[in-house]
């Protein structure tokens, strides 16, 4: 392994270690600072995009050889670990075996008696013990899922509808990035920006459409607080600069912040 590290502008480094001990640095930085964007994707899609959620609950076979544990393999285990475990207790208890009583003829015999039938099963537990390891060992530890018979044989949760409505999330993440870039030159606190435009995602709005005019005028309610307000207001400006047309229509879109909730001059 070897270290790698990024010095910034403002004198702070990132150490970064790679195995990758041949190649060039500046392709395994980059390539490092890429991985943690992407995480840091996954991170926000999931919290805020349902990224994980179920599309639905349809099934589909799985048709790539993935290999699983062989079930017949684990139930052998199982016995082996189970015997064993028994076995275990019946050494204990003959070890345990002894005689404290005088040496007479008719206290010993019942002794030697039970240390005989005891000693019987604990070599007959021993030889199925070995039985039950060899017929493990002759098992096949994973096979394909194709293997598995068919009662044990399970399937996959389909993923044709959930790549499409994934494709959806990464396209509206992409579109808020981009929203993201151009508010956060409004604001003091950039790492304010995602969480003002989620409040404005969920911000009541009234749609005014204008056939005569050819605009559809998105009236959004205020913020919670001027602050907000302000760099709302900036940045519908930006957005109405590029005189986008609503989809399916000639209707061109404006977007402005409706008028003060409590004017100065009004009666109460």
């Not at 970064?16 to 840091?40: C, G, H, K």
Request: aromatic letters at 6%; charged letters at 30%; a neutral charge.
């Amino acid at each position: 392994m070897r270290e790698i590290r990024k010095l910034t502008e403002s004198g702070h480094q990132t150490a970064i270690l790679a195995t990758d001990y041949r190649s060039d640095l500046v392709p395994v930085a980059a390539a490092m600072f890429a991985r943690w964007a992407q995480e840091n994707f996954f991170k926000y899609a999931r919290e805020h995009y349902s990224l994980d959620r179920l599309v639905d609950y349809r099934t589909e076979a799985i048709s790539e050889p993935i290999r699983v544990v062989n079930p017949a393999h684990r139930h052998l285990d199982g016995q082996v670990r189970s015997s064993s475990a028994k076995l275990n207790r019946l050494l204990a208890q003959f070890g345990a075996l002894n005689i404290e009583q005088t040496i007479e003829p008719e206290k010993i015999e019942p002794f030697v008696q039970r240390k005989a039938a005891l000693q019987e099963t604990i070599e007959h537990l021993q030889s199925e013990i070995q039985t039950l390891k060899d017929r493990r060992k002759a098992t096949a530890h994973h096979i394909t899922v194709q293997e598995l018979p068919e009662e044990q044989r399970f399937r996959k949760l389909s993923t044709h509808g959930k790549h499409l409505i994934d494709a959806i999330k990464m396209i509206a993440y992409r579109a808020e990035t981009a929203m993201a870039n151009v508010l956060r030159e409004n604001l003091s606190h950039p790492d304010e920006t995602r969480s003002l435009l989620r409040a404005l995602y969920t911000t009541e709005a009234d749609l005014l459409p204008d056939y005569s005019e050819r605009t559809l005028t998105v009236r959004l309610h205020h913020m919670a607080n001027g602050y907000s307000d302000d760099a709302i207001r900036k940045f519908c400006d930006e957005l109405n600069a590029t005189e986008t047309l609503f989809p399916r229509t000639d209707l061109r879109l404006v977007l402005k912040l409706g008028a003060m909730q409590n004017p100065g001059d009004q009666e109460v």
